[in-house]
């Protein structure tokens, strides 16, 4: 836990492995390869986001629900914002969670 890079829970290589990119294609997929926000302001690549901390809730990691396709753009950096645009998020996607 005191180590520098110590990433509360999980390891990078939890973003490249084999069921972390199949869920990633799965949320590109249902989303047509768009930013769901999409408007004048979209940049970017698109990036799939996990509308619900993948740290905090890894029982909804894999989940194609709790992901959103997003421009580099209107991705959010900081986790005080993605918490703000949660809600936001699972209204685009029509999740009730």
Known sequence: NNHP???????????KGTEYNSW?????RRDAFKCRISNEDCN??????HIL??????????EINNGI???????PRKRAK?????????NLIGLSV
């Open 5 to 15: 890079r110590w990433l509360g829970g999980y390891s990078r290589s939890q973003h």
């Open 44 to 49: 970017g690549k698109i990036e799939a986001h």
């Open 53 to 62: 901390s993948f740290t905090k809730y890894p029982e909804l990691r894999y």
């Open 24 to 28: 990633r294609i799965s949320v590109y």
């Open 69 to 75: 396709t997003l421009c580099q753009a209107h991705h």
């Open 82 to 90: 993605e918490i703000q645009l949660e809600n936001y998020f699972k």
